[in-house]
């Protein structure tokens, strides 16, 4: 079948077209500073970028055809470029779709992101979509960088993705179409990461669920836990309100019109031994992320900011598509809002073992746990031109109890905040800041997870309409497991 396009035709997209085909036209810059992958180092990126093929739909033709540019409206490398110059070391482009959706990813989005590789080797860049998530909402797809990726994203998506088939099949639309989708992505040698987007964004209220629900994050977990690894707990669109469309600017943050975000965070995450802490108190290996969610900038009349202009998450790795992808499943991660820290560490020590930040350690019943955090805030300003600093961190922990018997759980009441460190509470150590405290004769197995901010808020509270992004900052690592052997 020949695909039939249509190209959105406004001044903007002309340019953007032009812009693009600058370029292609271009080899990379002689004097590109080759960046070493000696070592792990702490590397910002966004996992859910949209580009031009995020398209509309000319819905008078059968079947309908893309108008490129109809909904998000940049070129692949025009994001690049950005995530580049807001401090990103690696992005995903991830695209959702709709009727042969599949076609418009492989014949013309993946070409596009081979020349961006090329035009901005600085960022590691890696093939996916947001995939309309059969029986859910949106997921980021992020596809291993191999030689038949974009195979493999086709095959994914033609079988898989809800909004694929015209006309339109509701059966295509099951949680057990989910599942089959999860087994299949198992079969792969090089298997995808699935991160489930806004989460909550559907939600009629507090603790009232929409098209996610915590049964449905366990199910996925359960049938491939190496796939499906987390949640965005920050989502993207936060820019509404400072948009140049003024009539954006009483919008809630991240369109969540029905329950707030809190902080910035989604409540699955910001509510303090709830959903995100029960999937902890599990045991199990459920990260959080942020991202930009990027389609149109809020300086042209959208509610976006740039990948990396306001939040970024942070991975553990080495400089390369293996180590990145491998960082995000294993859950060495950090998030932050605005550039309120550059670097996390949260180190648990104890019984001649120690465990980092997405990792695990064991010890004997009664042994002493030695914690210490490390954060950068820097001494900078961020994109608004603001130097936040950093007022409060947050110790929090939470029992280890096993599987639940109820898979709608949403609550963990072991949860709670152990110590509350302010500027008096910590030592200076070059462009660190360095806590330390002792967990006394650990008897119970635990997690334990950090939260910061620049506000004076105790708890994350729901975010009023028009409230300015810049304003209030989070961040959040992800949790270390301490085991107690018995």
Request: charged share 25%; hydrophobic share 35%; with cysteine.
């Amino acid at each position: 079948m020949t695909l039939r396009l249509i190209f959105k035709p406004t001044v903007l997209n002309l340019l953007i077209s032009f812009i693009f085909l600058g370029f292609l036209g271009c080899e990379p810059s002689s004097n590109t500073q080759k960046v070493s992958d000696s070592g792990r180092q702490w590397l910002a990126g966004d996992h859910h970028i949209h580009s031009r093929y995020s398209v509309g739909w000319e819905r008078d033709s059968t079947p309908p055809a893309p108008i490129i540019g109809g909904d998000a409206i940049y070129p692949i490398p025009m994001n690049a470029l950005m995530a580049k110059r807001y401090g990103l070391s690696w992005m995903v482009s991830t695209d959702h779709g709709g009727p042969n959706h599949s076609k418009v990813n492989l014949e013309m989005a993946y070409p596009e992101l081979l020349s961006s590789r090329k035009a901005v080797p600085e960022v590691i860049q890696f093939y996916g979509m947001e995939f309309d998530t059969p029986g859910a909402d949106h997921s980021s797809l992020i596809i291993p960088h191999t030689h038949d990726e974009s195979e493999h994203l086709h095959d994914i998506e033609s079988q898989f993705n809800k909004r694929e088939p015209f006309p339109s099949d509701s059966t295509w639309d099951t949680e057990p179409r989910m599942l089959e989708a999860l087994d299949y992505m198992k079969t792969l040698e090089t298997k995808p990461v699935v991160i489930a987007n806004h989460p909550s964004r559907s939600a009629t209220g507090f603790r009232e669920y929409g098209l996610y629900d915590p049964a449905e994050f366990r199910n996925w977990n359960d049938k491939a836990p190496e796939i499906a690894v987390g949640m965005a707990g920050a989502p993207g669109h936060q820019a509404a309100t400072i948009s140049a469309d003024s009539s954006f600017r009483e919008r809630p943050r991240g369109g969540y019109g029905r329950f707030p975000t809190m902080g910035g965070f989604d409540q699955m995450t910001a509510k303090l031994g709830g959903f995100w802490d029960s999937m902890l108190g599990e045991g199990r290996r459920w990260w959080i992320t942020a991202n930009s969610d990027s389609h149109v900038h809020w300086k042209e009349g959208g509610s976006d900011f740039w990948p990396g202009e306001y939040s970024k998450t942070y991975v553990y790795a080495e400089k390369s598509h293996e180590d990145i992808l491998d960082g995000i499943r294993s859950g060495r991660v950090f998030v932050t809002l605005g550039d309120l820290i550059s670097e996390l560490y949260l180190t648990a020590e104890g019984g001649h073992h120690s465990a980092d930040i997405g990792g695990s350690m064991h010890v004997e019943r009664g042994d002493d746990i030695e914690i210490t955090i490390r954060f950068k805030d820097p001494d900078s300003t961020n994109t608004w031109g603001d130097n936040p600093e950093v007022s409060r961190v947050d110790l929090i922990m939470g029992e280890i109890y096993g599987p639940v018997t109820d898979r709608d759980s949403d609550t963990n009441p072991t949860t709670e905040v152990i110590e509350r460190f302010t500027e008096a509470d910590w030592e200076v150590d070059g462009d660190f800041r360095v806590i330390r405290y002792t967990l006394a004769e650990l008897n119970t197995s635990n997690y334990i997870r950090i939260r910061g901010t620049n506000s004076e808020e105790l708890e994350p509270e729901e975010d009023p309409a028009g409230e300015d992004p810049w304003a209030e900052l989070w961040f959040y690592s992800n949790p270390v497991f301490i085991e107690v052997d018995q």
